[in-house]
């Protein structure tokens, strides 16, 4: 298809401005509507009959039970689907419409050309008159200057000068220029190696008083302060009296013990007493006797504690991963393969996809409408689950930690993060606008037992890298079909 050939367009939107607003703009970048209707008013029937290449969808969640009926239509590959937020599109003027309307005519006409008129650059501009060799010195540029004119141009424009720093017409009378009282300059050049002598202020006596040049009297120095006694010192703590000498004890008489108690021991707990034994007395009532357990007997034995309840081991991180590479025209086959995937798959999916606007809350949105699987956008420091789609946005990337997949802050290396994946439990799909440089990490990965496939060339918009990883023996299918293999691969 020619860059310039009008393609079919099925607008589906309900009426509003957002309706209004993609209808002007599918006319500015010259696509033919064949349909325009409330996708709630239409079926699959009327639809297929308008024949159209290319659904355009306004988004809203009103109509998403619509879109569920007309999904034989979305999900044909003979036809580009391409969504947009209605509240978004309602709401452009000037700059980002003007944006938009450039990448939606990109899309039709299958070119990357999204830059505003007036980018291209002067080819003439771009090539620098350069000369062989190195710049010229600041010698080398004066090498043939004299400064004898400049040193007339100064003596014929110099102002008036005071002579011993006296005003003009105070002179002594001697000279040639005493009515003027102006130096003359001589006529030799000036050399630039002459050093200046230093110029020291004439002083006159006044009242037997010295006195600079300036008019101004010698300053006496000030007289120096009277030193500030310091403080007086803390007495000292008078010292310790001197230790006593040992007391000599002496030697207890015979037969008696002392027994010392520490003073920081703690008190001997004292003995209970003993109750006394009753005397024996004869068994009244022919031989019957009557036998007191005693209070201080052994307590009885107590009931066993409960077992300690039974805590729930956490559940073991998932291995490996499932990560879905796509960019321009990629979002419509994401949608595809999730829609393909079972709600119990046992990975985690990972769908790093770049978005210009950044409007991933808006991606997750769109996800969840057609995902059996939960889908959560990524953020720094959470742990992929199992049976859970995460969204990357541009500043969340992906850590492989023992098999076991760990969002960290940062951009995704694609290629990297191929290569850190666990080969045996891992998938990679190289959909529509995935970058060509990851290839290479992922045919490696293809070589240790994971699954790796790339979307086919009908019904990609940007098959680059599908088509370099055909050529190094790599397989690719429709979204379908890879959501197909993915299963399989677990």
């Not at 988004?59 to 937020?85: A, K, N, T």
């Not at 008190?267 to 022919?286: D, H, I, K, L």
């Not at 850190?420 to 990679?428: E, Y």
């Not at 490696?444 to 098959?463: H, I, M, N």
Request: aromatic letters at 2%; proline letters at 13%.
């Amino acid at each position: 298809m020619s860059a310039n050939e009008s393609r079919r367009v099925a607008l589906l939107a309900r009426e509003g401005a957002a309706r209004e607003k993609l209808r002007q703009t599918l006319r500015e970048v010259g696509a033919d509507v064949v349909i325009e209707a409330d996708p709630a008013g239409v079926d699959a029937v009327a639809l297929r009959a308008a024949a159209p290449q290319v659904l355009l969808v306004a988004l809203e969640p009103v109509i998403e039970d619509s879109l569920q009926r007309l999904g034989e239509v979305l999900h044909d590959p003979e036809i580009s689907v391409i969504f947009d937020d209605a509240e978004l599109a309602a709401q452009r003027e000037g700059w980002s419409a003007q944006r938009w309307a450039r990448h939606l005519a990109a899309k039709l006409h299958g070119h990357q050309d999204v830059l505003p008129p007036g980018h291209e650059e002067d080819e003439a501009d771009k090539v620098a008159q350069l000369r062989p060799g190195r710049p010229a010195t600041p010698a080398q540029l004066h090498a043939g200057d004299t400064f004898d004119p400049h040193v007339r141009e100064a003596r014929d424009t110099a102002p008036a000068l005071p002579q011993d720093g006296l005003l003009p017409g105070e002179g002594d009378g001697d000279g040639p220029d005493a009515d003027s009282g102006l130096l003359s300059l001589s006529d030799e050049p000036l050399s630039l190696s002459d050093e200046p002598e230093a110029w020291q202020p004439p002083t006159r006596t006044l009242d037997n008083e010295l006195v600079d040049g300036f008019g101004g009297p010698r300053l006496e120095p000030e007289p120096e302060p009277e030193p500030v006694p310091e403080p007086p010192r803390r007495a000292e703590p008078p010292p310790l009296p001197p230790e006593l000498p040992p007391v000599a004890s002496k030697p207890l008489p015979s037969g008696l013990k002392l027994e010392l108690e520490e003073l920081d021991a703690a008190p001997a707990t004292p003995a209970r007493p003993q109750p006394a034994e009753p005397a024996a007395v004869p068994p009244p009532f022919g031989g019957l006797s009557l036998e007191l357990e005693s209070l201080d007997g052994a307590p009885a034995a107590s009931a066993p504690s409960p077992p300690p309840p039974v805590q729930p081991q956490a559940e073991p991180p998932a291995q490996g991963a499932v990560v879905l590479f796509a960019g321009i025209g990629g979002p419509d086959a994401v949608r595809r393969v999730l829609a393909e995937l079972p709600a119990d798959f046992p990975r985690p999916v990972l769908v790093h996809l770049r978005l210009d606007g950044g409007r991933y809350d808006n991606l997750v949105k769109q996800l969840e409408r057609v995902s059996p699987m939960p889908v959560v956008l990524a953020g720094a420091g959470d742990m992929a689950k199992r049976a859970q789609v995460h969204v990357l946005p541009n500043d969340v990337t992906a850590s492989v930690e023992e098999g076991s997949v760990r969002f960290v802050a940062g951009a995704t290396v694609a290629r990297d993060l191929i290569a850190a994946l666990p080969a045996a439990q891992s998938s990679v799909l190289l959909l529509s606008g995935s970058d060509p440089a990851c290839v290479d990490a992922a045919v490696a990965l293809a070589a240790q037992g994971a699954y790796v496939a790339g979307q086919s060339l009908q019904g990609c918009y940007d098959p680059a890298a599908s088509k370099a990883l055909q050529i190094r023996g790599g397989s690719v299918g429709t979204p379908s079909e890879l959501a197909a293999g993915v299963a399989r691969h677990g």
